[in-house]
């Protein structure tokens, strides 16, 4: 797994999505696999089908199919590491500023990013909470949802679904 370290794993992305995820970085088993949110214990895959943006649970390896739904992936910063710990202030920051510029280039409806403190690093806006944010990027509304890592126990596996579909309505009605 250590070999996966550093390596990059292409968005799942197009023009004009309804929703860009966007994960913190690559941990090392979405790197080894390169399909992301690969590790066992992570919530996402789970949240977006109990949330109803996904007709069935889809497994990483399926992550192709999100296109067919306007829905994408991405990430903060590109680089994998075992631990979002690893990543330096600066790296969040400059990720924020190309995240940004994808979106401005992308141009999907939605911006969710996973993960509060990323978020605040990423965009140096230390006061975010989870849900809806008042920042846009050209026309994009951004949205926080909460780390559906395994790690991130006190959001229980409903309140996460609870969460991504507050953004999956809001994600409707435009």
């Not at 992305?13 to 913190?24: E, H």
């Not at 280039?105 to 849900?131: C, H, K």
């Amino acid at each position: 797994m250590q070999a996966a370290r550093d390596r990059l794993v292409p968005d799942v992305a197009a023009d004009g999505l309804r929703v860009l995820f966007c994960g913190i970085n690559p941990g090392l088993m979405t790197a080894a696999t390169g399909h992301h949110f690969a590790r066992p214990g992570n919530r996402f895959w789970p949240a977006l089908h109990r949330s109803g943006f996904t007709p069935r649970l889809l497994p990483p390896a399926d992550q192709g199919e999100l296109l067919s739904y306007g829905l994408g992936i991405t990430n903060v910063v590109a680089r994998a590491t075992a631990r979002a710990d690893e990543l330096s202030a600066e790296e969040y920051r400059e990720g924020g500023r190309l995240l940004a510029a994808k979106v401005s280039r992308l141009r999907p409806r939605w911006l969710a990013v996973l993960g509060v403190t990323a978020y605040r690093a990423a965009f140096e806006d230390p006061r975010a909470r989870v849900g809806p944010q008042v920042r846009t990027i050209g026309g994009t509304r951004v949205w926080v949802l909460p780390n559906p890592s395994g790690l991130n126990a006190h959001w229980t596996p409903a309140a996460l679904a609870e969460e991504f579909g507050r953004l999956r309505e809001a994600a409707a009605d435009r």
